[in-house]
């Protein structure tokens, strides 16, 4: 586990549209950090914010799915059909 870990992990979630829509349809922090082991992403909650800590609020709130991810609503079942692990 390593806060560089959590920096690639937000890297690619910002760079890569599929994974940020797919990053909106977790309920919780814990649920996403599952997901992103899946991806071959390991982190710890703190090294998670360490990394968020560099992040500009747009960002943030873009990576944590905070918000609308910016293509369709997050609490719209439809963009969630991707199968979860």
Known sequence: MSIEKAREFIKRVKNEPDLLRQAACF?????????????GYDFTGEELEQATAELTDEEL?????GSCCGYTCETDSRTCSWDRP
């Not at 709130?61 to 799915?65: A, D, H, N, Q, T």
């Open 27 to 39: 309920q919780t922090r814990e649920e996403r950090r599952r997901w992103a082991r899946g991806l």
């Open 61 to 65: 709130e873009l990576v944590s799915g």
